[in-house]
């Protein structure tokens, strides 16, 4: 620590990485500022994880009346109504109230909050504004923002930013895109009544995800009455009055109320004169660090999206960990990036983690594979054609459960439980050796017994 400067550390983006590191590092007796343009929280308080959640079970909540009947209730489902400005307002409020809790951990943690947009000019001096703060380490923690492609009519697009915003729902929607955000979005809309479109330029979306669950996730969107489009994109969106057409790369088009890019995300770093200091960018925009989030400036670090790893918020709260201990604490510590556990929160849900199988093939595993699927109970007096995959990669050699994979209800709720499994290095043995919780999903993993594959 140095009191050669105004703080020990600098922290630039209060988001969920940078409010967990300024945090941590004031706790270890650092003296901490954090600059914030925007809001406290960052992407996932304000316009990501929690609103989007939030926005998902208002999306289910029209599936549970369904099913109420089978149960015995009457509910007026023909005669239902839903307020869309009411379920954004109270999203607003809870917002609110989170980014005052954020206010206050860091304030209770002595933590000094700057408002304002931050450049980097020298190695030790942040500037806000007019005024410099100088400090001995500066961190970039400033995330990503949503990117959408270069194409006529780009300015008619909403991105998940807005959609947050929306002042009302239009009768029918073009969601772009096949990742996390598109499907997510996707499965809210149409949960709300929203007729939607989504258009992927790809094979099958969600690239990257076992093939089993990216197959199995389309049957089940597409029952829930989401139009699918694969192999297609958009070449131009134009306004008609109310409306837009959206021209497609078939040369179909479409008419909608609504287009949405879910088109990916890039490195928040405009305005840093990050390169002019000779931090280094690689060629997909992301600030180069090295493994201990040291740029090529030793006293400038960076992390969570802005550096390119996986765009998780437990991903940057684990580096903002490391990275306080490394910088504040005993020096030691290093990420550890393996099965890192994830979920999709379509409907029905994706919860994964390890390996797919096919990364595993290549990997050069030789491979058990164990698959079940079934009705989930629930829906057994409701009657709702929705059905469950569970998929168990498991290495035959040493029996060792390299990846599991889950679409269906709490998908993300049962794959955290085996994450700690597949995280311990637990083998097939073991989850056969552990008593099920009867009657319940979950159970399956721990009852499948012969392999498909
Ligand atoms: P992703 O990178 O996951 O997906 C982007 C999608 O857009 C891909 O399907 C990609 O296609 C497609 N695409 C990219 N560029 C173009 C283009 N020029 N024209 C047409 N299609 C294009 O990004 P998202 O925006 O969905 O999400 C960003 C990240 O945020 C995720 O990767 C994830 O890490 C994180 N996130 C996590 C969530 C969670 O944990 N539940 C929820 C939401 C986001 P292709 O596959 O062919 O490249």
């Given at each position: 620590?140095?009191?050669s ?21 004031a ?32 999306a ?33 409020a ?39 703060y ?37 009768r029918h929607?073009?969601v ?12 809210i ?8 479109t ?13 093939e ?20 297609v ?56 660090v ?19 790893t ?11 960990m ?30 994964t ?12 595993h ?9 009705r ?14 569970m998929?168990?990669?498991?290495d035959?050699?040493s ?14 709720e ?23 919780i ?6 399956e ?5 012969e392999?498909?594959?």
């Amino acid at each position: 620590m140095s009191e050669s400067h105004d703080f020990d550390l600098i922290v630039i983006g209060a988001g969920s990485g940078g409010v967990r590191l300024a945090r941590m590092s004031a706790q270890r007796g650092a003296r901490v500022a954090v600059v914030e343009s925007r809001y406290l929280g960052g992407t996932c308080v304000n316009v990501g994880c929690v609103p989007k959640k939030l926005f998902v079970y208002g999306a289910h909540v029209r599936e549970e009346l369904e099913d109420a009947h089978g149960y015995g209730w009457s509910v007026p489902t023909d005669d239902v109504s839903f307020d869309w400005p009411t379920l954004v307002a109270n999203k607003n409020a809870e917002i609110e109230r989170l980014n005052g809790i954020y206010g206050r951990l860091l304030e209770n943690a002595g933590v000094t909050i700057i408002e304002g947009t931050a450049s980097i000019r020298d190695p030790h001096t942040v500037m806000v504004g007019e005024k410099a703060y100088s400090a001995a380490h500066i961190t970039v923690a400033t995330g990503s923002w949503p990117v959408v492609p270069d194409i006529p009519g780009k300015e008619l697009l909403l991105t998940s930013n807005e959609m947050f915003y929306l002042p009302q729902l239009p009768r029918h929607a073009v969601v772009w895109g096949g990742g996390y955000i598109a499907v997510e979005f996707a499965g809210i809309l149409a949960g709300l009544g929203v007729e939607t479109t989504l258009l992927y330029r790809g094979e099958l979306f969600l690239r990257g995800f076992d093939e089993d669950i990216r197959t199995f996730t389309e049957q089940e969107m597409r029952k829930k009455g989401v139009d699918l489009r694969f192999n297609v994109t958009i070449e131009s969106v134009e306004q008609l009055n109310a409306h837009y057409q959206v021209n497609l790369s078939d040369g179909s088009s479409l008419e909608t109320g609504l287009v949405m890019a879910a088109t990916g995300r890039r490195a928040l770093v405009d305005g840093l004169g990050l390169t002019d200091l000779g931090v280094e960018l690689n060629a997909s925009g992301h600030i180069e660090v090295n493994d201990h989030f040291q740029t090529a400036i030793p006293s400038i670090s960076a992390l969570g999206d802005v550096i390119g790893t996986p765009q998780l918020t437990p991903v940057a709260l684990a580096q903002a960990m490391v990275l306080s201990r490394r910088l504040f604490g005993d020096g030691q510590g290093d990420m550890d990036y393996s099965a890192i556990p994830t979920a999709v929160f379509c409907q029905p849900n994706i919860g994964t983690v390890g390996l797919t199988e096919k990364e595993a093939r290549e990997a050069g595993h030789s491979l058990r594979i164990y698959r079940s699927e079934f009705r989930p109970m629930k829906y057994t007096l409701s009657g709702r054609d929705e059905r469950c995959l569970m998929k168990l990669i498991v290495d035959d050699g040493s029996d060792k459960v390299l990846g599991a994979h889950m679409v269906g209800p709490d998908a993300g709720e049962i794959i955290q439980g085996l994450a700690v499994a597949i995280k311990a290095g637990a083998t097939k043995a073991q989850f056969d050796a552990t008593m099920g919780i009867h009657p319940t999903s979950a159970e399956e993993f721990v009852t499948m017994r012969e392999p498909v594959a």
